[in-house]
């Protein structure tokens, strides 16, 4: 195979010298994949870091290091949570230094054991995260449609010793909360959810992240709000925020008096400062991924087989991810190729969240009795292909990323043909 798949993007925080853009029109010409040359100069990725205006950064960063105070709870860290409580409307928020601990400490903190209900279809963290704290991920299939769970198949998977449901927010779209969280309640389980993609969405004041017993917010490099490594619990659970705050600080109730156990999860102040400033763009960048989600909206149209996710009112979305998803008899070839193809033209898409986590270690070698059984998993992992969008994509590299997919398309028996001869 001449192209790699799943490579992951150059480092996307990592500052790359840009060289300059290839003007020819992509057009003209054969298709990269065709022996053509790459409609791109520079490689368009899924998620690119939106990076706030540096002047006000740096002069954030300039108090950080005059403070001294570069972390343990400064002052930016301070004000950063306070902003993400205003604008979810939940009452304490805990920053993080990721994701990914957030998602350990919470399932610590919840007393989270045993087995826990998690979808395969979700980032591998969603599955880790409760592995490496000894607890057993139990893999619940989608809803086809939402790619989020299905609260039927939840109960299903309902034993003696489930201790709690882990749900993801996929894509930012709302996981259906009301439901899982009357399943909950009936059952005696814990119930947080994975944030990761949501912040965001939803109205200014109450956004995502009220849901269940507590939620996980990831600001990563590839999220929409970003800290470069960063991460919130939020919730509404007096108790439950003290001990994660506990937790995320080595159990330190005083200077010298540990009165718990804890691991370090604190966000720094210079992440925070990064916070900050890219929560003023909010609104600006919220306003460039609708106006790039409508753009890929209008150039995928009239393309068959390929379809964007829709859901909710575009307000509260954030639309960080552009997802489509490949119907290979409509298009006449398969989302894989598609891929490949806007690959070799240096469109970086990629098969999120291929293959799901059932199909990695340390999962697919330790299944249940009678294997794990996600026919819908399996489908939308056959079929989703996201597109680059964000700060970093115009408007007119859309149009010209549309009209390569729509060629891609067109030229379906010629693509197919060249890349299962040289696989
Ligand atoms: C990004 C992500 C995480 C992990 O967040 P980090 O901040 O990178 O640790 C967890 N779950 C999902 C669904 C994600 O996309």
Redesign the pocket.
Known sequence: MPVKTETRPTAPGTVTPKPRPITRPADDGDLAILGGRPAFGRPRHVGAPNIPDRETLMRRLDAVFEGGRLSNRGPFVRIFEEQVTKLTGVKHCIAMC???VA?EIGARALGLADEVIVPAF??V??AHALRWQGIQPVFCDVDPATHNLDPAKVEALITPRTTGIVA?HLWGRPAPVAELEAIAERRGLRLMF?A??AFGCGPAGHMIGGGGDLEVF???AT?FINTA???AVVTNDDDLARRVRLMQNFGFTGLDEVSALGVNGKMNDLAAAVGLSSLEHLEEWLAVNRRNRAAWADALAAVPGVELQNWGRPENRNDQYIVAEVDAVAAGISRDHLVNALRAENVLARRYFYPGCHNMEPYRSQPPAGGWNLPATEEVCRRVMVLPTGTAVSRSDIARMGRLVARVVAKGDAVTAALEENS
């Open positions: 990721n994701g990914t998602l979700t980032f963290a969603t993801v994975d990761a993609h990831s600001f990563h999220k490594e960063g991460g």
